[in-house]
């Protein structure tokens, strides 16, 4: 049997009607950059998220620098100041944060969950950070009652990175509504995945919502007139299409993902994968990705490449190894998040999936 990680052919498939019926909608329309489209979307996913302000941006890094970008413009965050961000994210997330000329704080995440945890937050916050960039890694919130709190209380802005948690939620409070503000991808591999690029904002603030808006488009609030000095990360209309499509499915899929994730959980008995940890309830976790960590990787990979079973690494090489830092980072030394990416393999997990394909897959592990 073939696994493969990750199908999106199949993925959107299942919509295909839908999605061609968007796409002949926009093209026939004549209006093809923030029209109907994007406003109706953007209208969508904040009521979705439980946000009162979403703003549609060309991708998720996009989304993030013009978060930090905007406080930045409305005097809250200045060149130089710190931003704590868990050591072992994507890169995007750091990335987001030097762009702005602002100092990444690498904090540890907690071993159990890969994700940032509030005591490693709270030992690594100094005078000079004024801002925490929580990702929710994996499709896991991050444990946010406590570290909305820890913000409030120290008077620090809060952005989530809830590029790969769709959905996730703690008492109905789902990613993106947590923080001061959030950024979305919508990658075509995420949890709600449009045709090509694109991202979003979320936000509490009308006035980041505003100045965010201005930012995406040359800085212009009016046509003509610039506020500020802004780059070009709109989204495009036919993604906004497609999103509004494929909204209507994430809840489904995100539990499809859930059943999944429950099996391998149950079902995985091999004693040499360590299985991922839940921190809250099964409900704050979307499984974007199914990440488990092992000691002999390679020959893990191996075996089930042999089986046809696809895996993935997420990710091969912590951000302060990267050649890109190795100026400010590289001399970091953060033992926990070094060991994460040696280990760390990621097993196929998608609406998708078939129970027999899930079957093969924990049949495969259990024999070796
Ligand atoms: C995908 C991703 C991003 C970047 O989103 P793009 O749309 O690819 O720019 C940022 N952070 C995390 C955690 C991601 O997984």
């Not at 809830?162 to 703690?170: E, S």
């Amino acid at each position: 049997m073939n696994v493969p990680f990750l199908d999106l052919k199949a993925i959107n498939a299942r919509h295909a009607a839908e999605l061609k019926a968007a796409a002949v909608r926009v093209i026939d329309s004549g209006w093809y950059v923030l029209g109907e489209e994007v406003k109706a979307f953007e209208a969508e996913f904040a009521a979705w998220v439980g946000s009162p302000h979403c703003v549609g941006t060309s991708d998720g890094l996009s989304a993030l620098i013009l978060a930090l970008r905007g406080w930045k413009e409305l005097g809250l965050l200045k060149d130089g100041d710190a931003v704590a961000v868990p050591a072992n994210t994507y890169i995007a997330s750091i990335l987001a944060i030097t762009e702005n000329r602002l100092r990444p704080v690498l904090v540890e995440p907690d071993e159990d969950t890969f994700n940032l945890g509030v005591a490693k937050l709270a030992a690594a916050l100094t005078p000079d950070v004024k801002a925490v960039l929580a990702v929710h890694l994996y499709g896991q919130l991050a444990d946010m009652p406590a570290i909305a709190n820890l913000c409030r209380e120290r008077g620090l802005l809060l952005l989530e990175d809830a590029a790969q948690a769709h959905g996730a939620h703690i008492g109905g409070v789902k990613a993106g509504a947590w923080g001061d503000a959030a950024a979305f991808s919508f990658y075509p591999g995420k949890n709600l995945g449009a045709l090509g690029d694109a991202g979003a904002l979320t936000c509490k603030d009308a006035k980041l919502a505003e100045m965010v808006r201005a930012l995406r488009n040359y800085g212009s609030h009016e046509k003509y007139k610039n506020l500020v000095q802004g780059p070009n990360d709109r989204l495009d209309e036919i993604q906004a299409a497609f999103l509004r499509v494929k909204l209507k499915y994430i809840d489904d899929d995100n539990s499809r993902r859930r059943e999944i994730a429950r099996r391998y959980r149950q079902e995985i008995k091999n004693t040499a994968v360590k299985l991922p940890g839940v921190r809250a309830s099964e409900d704050s976790h979307v499984w974007h990705l199914f990440v488990v960590r092992v000691s002999n990787r390679d020959a893990f990979q191996k075996k089930l490449a042999e089986q046809g079973i696809q895996t993935a690494i997420h990710y091969p090489v912590a951000p302060h190894h990267q050649q890109a830092y190795a100026k400010e980072l590289g001399h970091l030394k953060l033992p926990l998040t070094e060991a994460l990416h040696r280990e760390v393999v990621s097993l196929p997990v998608s609406p998708v999936m078939t129970d027999a394909e899930v079957d093969y897959v924990v049949a495969q592990i259990n024999s070796r």
